[in-house]
């Protein structure tokens, strides 16, 4: 005679709702921050296709369709800073990831855990510190008489102008940002790391394998779902260049290799008073990082089986 198999209780809807209250209690404050921040402003879409006048409000400024959208797309400034806004978060991707998946390699391979844990405590630190204070720090680096030209001249060469120059602007964009935001994606590495079976490289060992074998064969491979998830969840910010730390480090001078979408809207929408075109603008990148954010999640549950929900 068999037994008959156990089957828990089945808990109504109410029971649930009832034990889960205080998660919902907890969870309620930030609701209501991103109803009031995120989702209420979006009313202020209707500028994009309006000729808005602050004195006349949303009811009676006149509307104009896609006339403001047909107005942006012909500014030579636009394409300027839509080609600089893919260029530069393309470059600060692969350098944010490639960079921090390079240095857990490293520190994986250390032997004396203070000195690791010292690595990963200096690397983490510059990402508490906004880029108002970064900034000027960057600033004073490169400037003409910073330490940067002070070392190019004691070797012999001439100074150079880094803030002033089109090409050398990019380059202080993205590495600046991998030095300030290298910490997250290190210590995501470095978990990754953690979860591979410590036996396989035990076989690798005895069949003769040496520290970079190991590293190719077993490291990586252990790691690839989280760097694959890693690389396509960053699909989402391609058109994100950072606006804080270009608003503060960049310069008329450098408009044409460091003047990202961003910027422009913030020209635009705040120092010219363009509210609708800026709101166009703001708009197109809007539908544009949706459309990449939803890319990045179907890839992310595609390749490494990653749900939100």
Not at 49 to 62: H, K, T
Not at 203 to 226: F, R, Y
Not at 295 to 302: E, L, M
Request: charged share 15%; net charge positive; with cysteine.
């Amino acid at each position: 005679m068999t037994k008959a198999k156990y089957e828990p209780p089945k808990r109504g809807g109410l029971t649930r709702l009832k034990r889960e209250i205080p998660f919902h209690l907890m969870i309620l404050p930030a609701l209501v921050l991103l109803i009031i921040y995120s989702y209420l402003p979006m009313a202020g879409i209707i500028m994009a296709f309006q000729d808005f006048r602050p004195i006349l409000s949303f009811e009676n400024s006149a509307f104009v369709g896609l006339d403001n959208f047909r107005f942006v797309f012909q500014l030579p400034g636009f394409h300027r800073a839509f080609r600089n806004t893919i260029l530069i978060a393309s470059l600060r991707i692969a350098t944010g990831i490639g960079f921090p998946l390079l240095l857990a390699l490293l520190i994986n391979e250390v032997r004396k855990k203070w000195f690791a844990r010292s690595i990963q405590t200096a690397v983490f630190l510059p990402f508490f510190l906004s880029w108002a204070v970064l900034g000027g720090i960057v600033r004073e680096m490169f400037s003409l008489t910073g330490p940067i030209n002070q070392i190019i001249e004691a070797l012999g060469g001439d100074s150079i102008m880094f803030m002033a120059l089109n090409n050398w602007f990019r380059f202080i964009l993205v590495s600046t940002h991998v030095w300030q935001s290298m910490g997250i994606n290190l210590i995501i590495f470095l978990a990754a790391i953690t979860n591979i079976d410590l036996a396989q490289y035990e076989a690798s060992e005895m069949d003769g394998c040496n520290k970079l074998k190991q590293v190719w064969h077993i490291t990586l491979p252990g790691m690839l779902p989280i760097i694959i998830l890693v690389s396509t969840l960053a699909i989402g910010q391609l058109l994100n260049a950072g606006f804080e730390q270009v608003l503060i480090l960049y310069s008329p001078v450098v408009y044409e290799g460091g003047d990202i979408l961003d910027t422009l809207v913030y020209r635009m929408g705040l120092i010219q008073r363009q509210f609708s075109p800026a709101a166009a603008i703001g708009l197109f990148r809007s539908v544009v990082s949706l459309i990449l954010v939803g890319i990045a999640y179907w890839s992310a549950y595609k390749f490494s089986d990653y749900r939100i929900f």
